[in-house]
């Protein structure tokens, strides 16, 4: 009896097996049985064939011999049997031979594996040196093949469930090999089958090789048949999923049946396991075709879900640890990390993108599609890197393109870029250089939040990746720093100190990378040297790791510090105090212990360091000033030492009162320029025993010995007064450390008079020398700058008897400003005393001078071509000619009124020559509430007005508060120095404010909104009761002009900084909703009582009514124009902006229809008020529904009205349109009429016939529009409005082609009249147009002809655009070209230009243009039969 192998239990094997015994009995009936173990082969027909063909069988594990060619014995096989007489009888004996032999299990493994060739004693060998196995030989001999995988299939349950127990050999694995790479398979079908009859009892192992190995068994015939089979088998067990998609990869399938399989694929994608997503992705991208692939990847983007691959960190941390304790062999086969996972599928991605150009452009396509930030993942910041690291430039550039318009648009978002280096940190790491790359581009672009990202980007790559990526992060930082651009410089170095503040220990490893900025400082400003040295100090002096550059710092230092140019003066003094800031810096206080001191060693070096400071900027004013200065911030800004702070303020008190602080008494001796006086005591009761500052008598003394050196005794030590108020901040800051704010030691220098001259001098000032009048100058801003000074040290103070007092000193700076303009206005080319010294000194420096302004000679006329012009100004009409006479005359009026009515010079031009108000001193904003009840109850009557802010004070510390605002919060975009140009620095006179952060500067607004909102309220009530005083009438006889003048400024300066405040970008940012919710709310409860909380929808709504309410009391344009911007700003905040453009229109309206007059009676005019009108139309254009029919409204009634209004008139329903304005309304409407064309949706054939017929209604009133304005330059043709109509008539032009046109072209059969009519319009236009041309050349204007070639072209590029039009729609025969004469503004034709009519000056002419000109021909012209009359 033969015994079979079987595993009891499993009925699958079983059936299998049972139905083979029943064969194999069938087969052997008859024949007789045979020894298993020593049987001779020669006695049977198998044994025989073989022997005679070559073959030996192996006994006692040897392998099978052969002594020929596998090929020569599979012919001999063949012969033998087909030359059999039994044939074909002899086949199926023969096989049962095969069968019989191969029961034996040795036997079975034997005709598996290779045949051995055998070698005859002496002869050659004749077989290769590899055979193929017995059974492998027997399936490429066509007569058994098919016997022969019947019988092997047959075997196969016999191994199915212990394949791994022969000795280690995976018998089905082995037979299943037999099969693969066969010449021809007789029965492919048949094999087939039995392949998916396995499939579906086998075990998974088995499974998967048989499924792996389908594409190599089975001819192309079977590959769809197959492929149908296993996407079934493919949504009925995900386990095979690997195994069928490499099957199916290999498969050469039709494009429809691969897209089936890819949905079931993308179908099942969400319960793939972990480590078969990676073969999944790829067989998901590199099965897409061309035309599909956008739709596949939005759709594989859209499922594949990267966040779910990962653990959270805590999770990660745990599991890792129990990773590290298990052992190795104890984890499941197969499995894979999370991470491991993730970085196979973006490698599968990095293939398809990096070898299909489709795959890569539909990824940018699929992220560039989403809309909302929410909607990113880090799928999308992963791919974008890994396009960026590909060799293809297009990928790379898109890549780049498409991050930075998402990080512009805000949709991409630092809390994005976190959570994936949080996460993705070894995915990461391998794009690096892609990363490093976009981080320096970003780090260079003008916006704002591209440069915070692109920081971002260094930050987290210098936490999340190897010491070379941080040394890399670091040299590219050092790299910016050096570049010399302002931006950059500033971004580079404050990610430096934050890194250095972070990662102390790691960035000193780098410590040497920074230190050669030190060679690149010539390029820095005072603000950026100061932070170099920050950090550069931190690194030697605050680890013991950095100690190898502090030698080097010192001798820095030092060298700067001795040399004899101011600009190096200044580094060394920076650099030094910055140092003294470190190595003094107090040491934190531990838990239970008391904070430590430095060592003796240390303040030695400190003190020694101050030293040597202090004597090397004794020599000169400029360099003493700034080392108090720096000294100042120094103690403000950072927790010093006790012994330093006690030695830095132990002399400063003793050594101002020496200076600068005299005792009053009854005569003042000296000789001074002017007769000494003493001015503006606060402290009236003290005036014999009180002190005073020595201002005049210090002057002079200086001017005296202007020009000598400095001595270095301090016995003779001189004083200058660039000193006193750099000096004294540095009193007021130690005083404030000392006592914990209190300034009760030094209080009587708020109130002290100062030594100065009677301020009549002022009203004989013409009379006096230039070194007299120069001498007045400097003691008047040497004055305001101590005020200002001494209102930034008391104006935190409590006291009702100090606010008082601050309330004086802000009046005597405000009345010494008015003289200040006049001494200017008289002095001119006069350069005053530096207030900041941490800037360049200001040789040279450029100052409005009245008497220059005024004498400068105009130039009159631009050479020949301005003469040409004025010859040929006749030939205007009589009307035009009065209207520019007209405005001229106005103008010339204008400016010798602006002229008369400057009392002297603004200050505007000399702010940089202004102490810095620290951001405390707005707090004073506050205190005509706060003081105005407690003056009834505790101060006398008589100086209750004086702690009201007066309209003069409120301005200057609102225009002070905008000019802080538009420094910290509106950010300037990040430009390089132009070359050969001096670069003015924007930063002088903001050294204070630059200490603070932007949020800081906001934070500090929003606390002020209130007291904001208040004087906002009494600006409001104050020109409400003036009008209802004046019956309506602005100029009436209540009006106080000087005080009319002064509130509006304040009115305009309050909605100035309310919009500054709101436009801050930083709002935008999610961790500052709550502070612009504070914002909105304090604006919503002035509105009504704070109740439930309200959403920012709501907060918004009820703001914008809130401001509404002031719109009554507009005291100018100017006014007007900052509530519509600010209307506008606060609207965008609640993100539906579109809910208020119709208020926002209709209030711009209103103020368009408004008459505008000053407290004089006199209309408002000049070139501030032509263009706060231009960008209020511009506003109203914009916001209101229908721009067609707004701007037809205003072409077509209003400026009619003007034309038959009188010469100085306005029109009557636009009190603002006048003659002077006209071209403010026409070059707005022009331009907003063009813009609006172009937001016409761009025609398609499958529109609706409802949709066409709008649009074509919305290009007929366009082109009316357009012709109506086009028609105005008969009537007003100034060079401005000629040069406007010919810019935007066009781009009119070239947006009716590209988007008119092909409208024309689907709508002509169903809409003919209405496209006749639209290009019977038109072409009136292009003809008045195709006139302005000619008026242009012949009056030779370059500012005019510029425009004429761009012009021209378009004009006949339309010609030939109407003609294919026409084509399309076989009326080609209406259409027919004449020669258009050149004619000037008034229709009359231009000999000098006849000659060229007919070869250069082509234009578009339709039949009418043709009739009137009288010729014919076939050289030019337009259209068609629409138009059958003729002019």
């Not at 602005?1034 to 009115?1051: F, I, K, M, N, R």
């Not at 004619?1383 to 234009?1403: T, V």
């Amino acid at each position: 009896m033969r015994k079979k192998r079987r595993c009891p239990g499993e009925a699958a094997a079983h059936a299998v097996t049972s139905k083979t015994n029943r064969t194999r009995a069938a087969r052997s009936t008859g024949r007789q049985p045979q020894e298993a173990a020593r049987e001779e082969p020669g006695e049977s027909v198998f044994g025989g064939f073989l022997r005679e063909a070559g073959l030996t069988f192996g006994h006692g594990g040897a392998s099978n011999r052969i002594a020929v060619d596998q090929v020569v014995f599979q012919k001999r096989i063949q012969k033998k049997l087909r030359k059999s007489p039994r044939y074909p009888g002899i086949v199926q004996e023969f096989v049962a031979g095969l069968e019989s032999h191969i029961e034996d299990p040795e036997h079975f493994r034997n005709c598996l594996l290779p045949c051995v060739p055998q070698l005859a004693d002496g002869d050659e060998c004749s077989a290769s040196s590899f055979q193929e196995s017995l059974l492998r030989m027997f399936l490429g001999i066509e007569m058994l093949q098919t016997s022969v995988i019947k019988t092997l299939f047959e075997k196969i349950p016999e191994f199915m469930f212990n394949s791994g127990a022969d000795g280690g050999l995976n018998i089905p694995r082995v037979i299943i090999n037999q099969l693969k790479w066969l010449d021809r398979v007789i029965d492919s079908k048949g094999l087939a089958a039995k392949l998916m009859e396995l499939v579906s009892v086998a075990p998974a192992e088995i499974q998967c090789d048989v499924i792996t190995s389908l594409p190599e068994m089975l001819e192309d015939s079977q590959h769809d048949d197959i492929a149908g089979e296993l996407k079934s088998l493919l949504q009925e067990n995900t386990q095979l999923t690997v195994a069928i998609l490499d099957a199916l990869s290999s498969l050469n399938l039709s494009s429809l049946l691969l897209a089936e399989i890819r949905g079931v694929v993308m179908a099942t994608l969400a319960a793939v396991q972990l480590e078969d997503l990676p073969v999944v992705v790829k067989f998901i991208l590199h099965s897409v075709s061309t035309s599909d692939a956008h739709e596949v990847v939005s759709d594989l983007r859209r499922k594949l879900e990267l966040e779910l691959c990962l653990l959270p960190p805590a999770l990660q941390a745990s599991e890792s640890s129990r990773k590290r304790k298990a052992p190795a062999s104890s984890a499941p086969r197969g499995a894979v990390s999370g991470q491991d996972s993730v970085v196979l599928v973006l490698d599968g991605i990095k293939s398809a993108v990096r070898f299909q150009k489709t795959i890569s452009e539909a990824w940018l396509k699929a992220i560039e599609n989403v809309n909302e930030a929410e909607d990113h993942k880090v799928i999308d910041l992963l791919v974008l890197l890994i396009l960026h690291s590909t060799n293809s430039n297009h990928s790379r550039r898109g890549a780049e393109r498409l991050l930075k318009a998402k990080v512009k648009a805000g949709q991409i978002q630092d809390a994005l870029l976190q959570k994936t280096f949080r996460g993705y940190a070894q995915v990461l790491r391998g794009c690096f250089p892609s990363i490093l790359a976009l981080a320096q581009c970003l780090l260079r672009s003008p916006d704002s939040c591209m440069v915070l990202f692109g920081g971002h980007m260094y930050r987290l790559s210098f936490t999340a990746f190897d010491s070379y990526c941080q040394q890399e992060v670091v040299g590219s930082l050092v790299t910016h720093v050096c570049s010399g651009v302002g931006g950059e410089v500033d971004v580079a170095l404050e990610l430096l100190c934050g890194l250095v503040t972070e990662r102390t220990s790691e960035m000193a490893l780098y410590a040497v990378f920074v230190k050669g900025i030190l060679d690149y400082m010539d390029n820095l400003t005072p603000q950026q040297i100061r932070r170099l040295f920050q950090l550069l100090s931190r690194l030697a002096f605050g680890q013991q790791q950095g100690t190898h550059i502090q030698d080097d710092m010192h001798i820095v230092i030092r060298k700067q510090l001795s040399s004899t140019v101011p600009k190096y003066k200044r580094i060394g003094i920076i650099g030094a105090v910055m140092v003294v800031g470190s190595m003094g810096a107090g040491r934190p206080k531990t838990e239970g212990k008391q904070a430590q001191e430095i060592s003796q060693d240390t303040y030695r070096q400190v003190t020694a360091l101050l030293e040597l400071v202090q004597s090397c900027s004794v020599s000169s004013a400029e360099a003493a000033a700034l080392y108090y200065d720096e000294l100042a911030n120094l103690v403000l800004n950072s927790t010093l030492d006790p012994l330093v702070q006690e030695w830095i303020g132990k002399s400063v008190l003793d050594e101002f009162q020496d200076d600068f602080v005299i005792d009053l008494g009854p005569d003042l001796n000296g000789s001074f320029p002017f007769p000494a006086c003493v001015l503006y005591n606060l402290d009236e009761d003290e005036s014999q025993g009180g002190i005073a500052v020595n201002l005049l008598p210090i002057l002079s003394e200086d001017l005296h010995h202007r020009g000598e050196l400095w001595s270095h005794d301090k016995t003779k030590r001189r004083v200058s007064p660039l000193c006193l108020s750099p000096f004294f901040r540095l009193l007021r800051l130690c005083e404030e450390k000392q006592h914990q704010g209190d300034l009760e030691e030094i209080d009587a220098l708020l109130g002290c008079p100062l030594l100065l001259t009677d301020m009549g001098v002022m009203d004989k000032i013409g009379s006096l020398s230039k070194a007299e009048k120069e001498f007045l100058c400097t003691l008047l801003f040497h004055t305001i700058n101590w005020f200002r000074e001494v209102v930034n040290a008391f104006c935190r103070q409590k006291e009702i008897e100090m606010k008082i007092k601050i309330m004086t000193r802000l009046q005597n700076i405000t009345y010494l400003q008015t003289l200040l303009e006049k001494a200017l206005a008289a002095s001119p080319g006069y350069v005053p005393p530096l207030a900041n010294f941490d800037g360049e000194t200001p040789e040279g420096f450029s100052l409005p001078s009245s008497a220059a302004a005024a004498n400068k000679p105009k130039k009159d006329g631009t050479g020949k071509k301005r003469k040409a012009s004025a010859k040929n100004s006749s030939e205007t009409s009589c009307h035009v000619e009065e209207g520019a006479e007209a405005e001229e005359e106005t103008q010339q009026e204008e400016k010798e009124k602006e002229k008369d009515a400057r009392h002297g010079v603004s200050l505007v031009a000399y702010r940089p020559f202004f102490r810095e108000l620290d951001m405390e001193v707005l707090s004073i904003l506050q205190c005509g509430l706060l003081s105005r009840s407690l003056l009834d109850t505790e101060l006398h009557t008589k100086v209750r007005e004086e702690v009201l802010l007066g309209p003069a004070e409120l301005v200057f510390l609102l225009d002070d508060m905008l000019r802080k605002l538009e420094f910290s919060l509106t950010a300037a975009p990040a430009r390089r120095a132009p070359f050969l140009r001096g670069r003015t620095d924007r930063s002088v006179g903001f050294s204070h404010l630059q200490q603070m952060s932007a949020k800081d500067v906001a934070s500090c607004c929003v606390q002020l909104l209130p007291a904001l909102c208040s004087h906002l309220e009494n600006c409001h009530n104050h020109f409400q009761t003036l009008l209802s005083e004046n019956n309506g009438v602005v100029d009436g006889p209540a009006t106080d002009a000087q005080e009319h003048l002064l509130l509006s400024s304040a009115y305009q300066l309050l909605l100035q900084v309310l919009n500054a405040t709101f436009s801050w970008s930083g709002f935008s940012h999610p961790g500052q909703r709550t502070l612009l919710r504070n914002a909105l709310g304090i604006l919503a409860g002035r509105l009504k009582e704070e109740g439930a909380e309200l959403t920012l929808e709501q907060l918004v709504k009820d703001s914008f009514q809130y401001l509404v309410n002031f719109c009554s009391t507009m005291p100018s344009l100017g006014t007007a124009l900052c509530l519509s911007q600010l209307l506008s700003t606060v609207a965008e905040r609640g993100g539906n902006a579109a809910a208020y453009r119709e208020q926002t229109a209709s209030l711009a309206r209103r103020f368009l229809t408004q008459e505008w007059v000053t407290a004089a009676g006199e209309r408002e005019r000049g070139v501030k008020f032509n263009e706060g009108l231009q960008t209020l139309l511009s506003i109203y254009l914009e916001h209101v529904d229908d721009v067609l029919k707004a701007v037809e409204e205003i072409a077509g009634e209003g400026v009619p009205e003007l034309l038959n209004a009188a010469k100085d008139e306005s029109a009557k329903t636009w009190p603002t349109l006048s003659r002077q304005t006209f071209l403010v309304f026409y070059k707005a409407m022009m331009a907003e009429l063009e813009k609006a064309v172009r937001r016409i949706p761009t025609s398609r054939t499958s529109d609706s016939a409802e949709s066409q017929s709008e649009k074509l209604l919305t290009w007929n009133l366009a082109v009316r529009d357009f012709h109506i304005l086009v028609q105005l330059v008969k009537v007003f043709d100034s060079r401005p409005v000629l040069n406007a109509c010919l810019k935007y008539g066009r781009l009119f032009l070239e947006s009716f082609l590209k988007l008119g046109m092909p409208l024309l072209d689907c709508s002509f059969k169903k809409h003919k009249e209405d496209v006749q009519s639209l290009l019977k319009t038109f072409q009136l236009s292009t003809r008045q147009l195709h006139h302005m041309c000619g008026h242009s050349k012949l009056h030779q204007d370059m500012s005019l002809t510029n425009h004429v070639p761009a012009l021209k072209k378009g004009l006949e590029q339309f010609i030939y655009r109407v003609k294919a039009m026409l084509t399309l729609n076989n009326c080609q025969e209406a259409f027919w070209m004449g020669n258009l004469k050149n004619r000037d503004l008034k229709g009359e034709e231009i000999l000098s230009q006849q000659p060229q009519g007919s070869d250069e000056e082509e234009e578009a002419t339709t039949e009418d243009q043709t009739q009137e000109n009288g010729a014919g021909g076939e050289e030019e012209g337009e259209q068609d039969d629409m138009s059958e009359d003729s002019e």
